[in-house]
């Protein structure tokens, strides 16, 4: 079967518009800060959402599935933050991660693509990147990941991936030892959170490829 086709609408970029591929998307958000865009089932979705605001699709892939009660006990999140995030074509495939502010959504960094990565990687990755620039900037603020695997391997200041290095992803796995030796070289006292994906939508770092 083959790969159902998805369009994807541009509010922010260069140029916005509406693209049929997400290689298309890409290269019109790489390198823009802030960059607002989403994926759509069909075209008639993405010509009707391209006619609004961005402020109105952005956190709504999600369908709420929790009680009121729940809702109520997860709260809000903490807009003090940075939330970090990270896709991947394949798995392995082509990858990429960022961090944006959780409130603004304005990016903060973007590393890739990278060749033959894959999603947990990049969202380990993310995390590290995050926690060394709130220390390098001496920030209180949290961090938000929904990545249960990448914050498990943060903690154990391990990337446990079973991916295998190739020449391709040589650079990656260069990336990865920094992150590691980071982790076990450094103290920080920044707290690493949970993103409440079911209570809150998807997280404001998501790269809209869903």
């Not at 961090?143 to 249960?148: A, G, L, P, Q, T």
Request: hydrophobic content about 35%; aromatic content about 12%; overall charge positive.
């Amino acid at each position: 079967m083959g790969k159902k086709q998805k369009y994807y609408v541009v509010w922010f970029g260069n140029p916005a518009g509406i693209y049929d591929s997400w290689k298309k998307c890409q290269s019109a958000i790489n390198g823009v800060g802030g960059a607002q865009y989403k994926s759509f089932e069909t075209l008639a979705e993405a010509e009707k959402a391209y006619k609004r605001e961005y402020a109105d699709y952005k956190g709504k892939t999600t369908k709420r599935k929790l009680s009121k009660d729940q809702l109520q006990i997860i709260g809000q999140p903490n807009l003090y933050s940075i939330s970090v995030d990270a896709a991947s074509s394949g798995n392995p495939g082509i990858m990429e991660y960022r961090g944006v502010d959780t409130q603004t959504h304005k990016q903060l960094f973007h590393q890739g693509p990278f060749q033959q990565g894959t999603n947990n990687i990049g969202e380990f990755l993310a995390l590290v990147h995050g926690l060394a620039l709130l220390k390098k900037h001496k920030s209180d603020r949290i961090i938000y990941s929904d990545s249960k695997i990448a914050i498990g391997w943060v903690k154990k200041k391990k990337c446990n991936t079973k991916l295998k290095m190739t020449f391709k992803n040589k650079d990656l796995f260069d990336l990865i030892a920094r992150a590691e030796t980071w982790l076990k070289t450094n103290s920080y006292e920044t707290k690493i959170v949970k993103w409440e994906t079911k209570a809150w939508g998807e997280i404001p770092a998501d790269f809209g490829r869903k």
